[in-house]
């Protein structure tokens, strides 16, 4: 029994002095970033958050007028479809952009010029979609406050409703688009500086290390009936439920729960993904959970226990700072899902 709970030399015992070491040492070196503001904005895609077949269009686009972003655009369309150009919603919403019948009528335009507009096609809906966030803030440009938030507003509530109450309008499904969509930008824009700490990390890393050397379960979740076991993301989904923050149960929709730290910017508590596709965050098949030092708790595969293992590997895709907004925000069901 001992030997399951042996990583690269390290027993039990040790091994939870070395998670406190890493932790310790890591969060040290970050000290200097604890209290201040997150800088920047979008002026960039986060690595893979838009699948590579979509990135040229919406990076384009997403700079049509300035009431929009690469990154802003990206958060409408997962939001709407999950990248499914295929999607169809009970309301009859189309394509990846979720367009209605109607409203693509009046509103689709021929993106890539070949002569029809097809809302089913990405290379029309895409443009489509940055041209009509353009219009309704085109209608909504006099209107006090956040010239974005405005033109989200109107998206959901319709241009008179921001114009009559000057912004954002006091209904509830409203302002809640606004603040996701706005949440979910961060996650799909590269940042620019560093990105700000989080304060559930150390919670999340705690239940996660009282699980170090538990079996491996394909599916599992930690219920009694599964004998307290987990996969990959059942574990770290279970680590951030103990610091209130219920993330998506499979890894690659974990990937949206917030902004991406780079490489040398990780901090214990970050997720860490691994992939067979680079370019494509829908892609990702791994996660675990990082505690500093280039090691994460990992729940790998069948046969194995939970333990620890190196992040820098060939598949590694990169990393989450999860805050309970973004979790938040994410989609609990898409279209054709």
């Given amino acids: 029994m001992r030997k399951a709970w042996l990583v690269a030399g390290v027993g039990f015992g040790g091994a939870l002095l070395f998670v406190a070491l890493l932790v310790v040492g890591t969060y040290s070196a970050a000290a200097g970033i604890f209290g201040g503001d997150s800088k920047g904005g979008a002026v960039g895609l986060a690595k893979g958050a838009v699948p590579a ?4 269009l919406v990076q384009k686009w997403g700079n049509l007028c300035p009431a929009i ?3 802003l655009l990206a958060a409408q369309l997962y939001q709407e479809s999950g990248w499914n150009p295929r999607a169809q919603s009970h309301a009859a919403a189309q394509g990846i952009a979720q367009f209605i019948p109607g409203t693509w009528a009046t509103h689709g335009i021929d993106g890539d010029k070949d002569g029809d507009r097809d809302v089913w096609d990405p290379a029309d809906a895409i443009p489509s979609a940055a041209s009509y966030d353009c219009e309704l803030a085109g209608y909504v440009r006099k209107a006090p406050g956040d010239p974005t938030d405005n033109m989200l507003a109107a998206y959901n509530a319709g241009a008179y409703a921001v114009i009559k109450y000057g912004g954002v309008p006091p209904y509830r499904e409203t302002q809640n688009y606004v603040k996701v969509i706005r949440t979910l930008e961060k996650s799909f824009a590269r940042p620019v500086g560093r990105v700000e700490p989080s304060r559930q990390a150390a919670g999340a890393i705690y239940f996660a290390q009282q699980k170090l050397g538990t079996k491996y ?3 599992g979740n930690g219920t009694p009936e599964q004998g307290g076991r987990f996969d990959c ?7 951030y439920r103990t610091v209130d923050i219920e993330l998506p149960r499979v890894a690659n929709d974990q990937y949206n729960a917030g902004p991406h730290p780079s490489r040398d910017e990780l901090l214990p508590g970050d997720l ?3 992939s067979d596709d680079l370019t494509n965050s829908r892609a990702i098949r791994h996660v675990g959970l990082y505690v500093g030092g280039g090691y994460m708790i990992n729940a790998p595969y ?4 939970i333990r620890f ?3 820098d590997t060939p598949d590694y895709f990169g990393a989450t700072r999860v805050t309970k907004d973004g979790a938040a925000a994410l989609p609990t069901a898409l279209p054709g899902t």
């Fill in 217 to 219: 379960l394909w599916g």
């Fill in 272 to 274: 860490v993904f691994f």
């Fill in 53 to 56: 077949r979509y990135q040229a």
């Fill in 302 to 305: 069948t046969g194995a226990v």
């Fill in 233 to 239: 993301s059942g574990l770290t989904q279970a680590a």
């Fill in 309 to 311: 293992d190196k992040i």
């Fill in 69 to 71: 972003n690469p990154a």
